[in-house]
């Protein structure tokens, strides 16, 4: 079965950056069928996809977050990991990783999420 | 970016009732619409992808239909399970949008 846990500090000061892992267990991260992906969502509010990767690195971006957001993979450890620059308050969330199912049309993209991580919290305050 | 619009915000049903939640794309989508469920404290789980396909596990009870720009999530009899938060979503647009999310409640 597979697995995802989302691992990392849960208080971020103002202006610096947030670091988040994703440890993926039950499956390997470097499956040619899957990108690997992040999701957030504010206290009491709703869901923001921050962006996905694939096992070879392609990635993409939510166009409102690219200036600050990289994601990573690191096939060796089986994770992939958010860093998200610059952080402010609007920036605290609780942060979900997950799996989705490549969708192929003229270019690779990423399908909709079908397995997730239990999420972690993360508070930007000084 | 693609608006994504849900309709109600909230609705109150009983165990037993037929249910339906209304998704709306600010442009066309094609079918490449999902639908979560979420509850309070846990991740979202996947019900339907491709705006009709079930997920694999997921009740039958849940149905997804429409196409383009407006989508529905039926559920057929209310379960006391069923009492959580759903969020659509679409796929077709890179800088993928969330709906605002339904939460139905126990009337």
């Known amino acids: 079965q597979l697995q995802l846990q989302e691992s990392g500090p849960g208080l971020v000061k103002p202006s610096e950056t947030l670091s988040l892992t994703c440890t993926v267990s039950?499956?390997?991260?470097?499956?040619?069928?899957?990108?690997w992906g992040w999701i957030r969502q504010p206290p009491g509010k709703g869901l923001e996809w921050i962006g996905s990767?694939?096992?070879?690195?392609?990635?993409y971006y939510n166009p409102s977050l690219k200036s600050r957001v990289t994601i990573s993979v690191d096939t060796s450890k089986n994770q992939f990991s958010l860093k998200l620059s610059s952080v402010t308050a609007a920036d605290t969330a609780v942060y979900y990783c997950?799996?989705?199912?490549?969708?192929?049309?003229?270019?690779?993209?990423?399908?909709?999420?079908?397995?997730w991580g239990q999420g972690t919290l993360v508070t930007v305050s000084s | 970016d693609i608006q994504m619009t849900q309709s109600p915000s909230t609705l109150s049903a009983s165990v037993g009732d037929r249910v339906t939640i209304t998704c709306r794309a600010s442009?066309?989508?094609?079918?490449?619409l999902a639908w979560y469920q979420q509850k309070p404290g846990k991740a979202p789980k996947l019900l339907i992808y491709?705006?009709?396909s079930l997920e694999s596990g997921v009740p039958s009870r849940f149905s997804g239909s429409g196409s383009g720009t407006e989508f529905t999530l039926t559920i057929s009899s209310l379960q006391p399970d069923d009492f959580a938060t759903y969020y659509c979503?679409?796929?077709?647009?890179?800088?993928?949008?969330f709906g605002q999310g339904t939460k139905l409640e126990i009337k």
């Open positions: 039950g499956g390997s991260i470097s499956s040619s069928s899957y990108y």
């Open positions: 997950a799996r989705s199912e490549e969708r192929i049309t003229m270019i690779v993209v990423p399908g909709p999420f079908d397995y």
């Open positions: 491709k705006a009709s």
């Open positions: 442009q066309s989508i094609s079918s490449w």
């Open positions: 990767i694939y096992y070879s690195g392609s990635t």
């Open positions: 979503q679409q796929y077709n647009f890179i800088g993928y949008t």
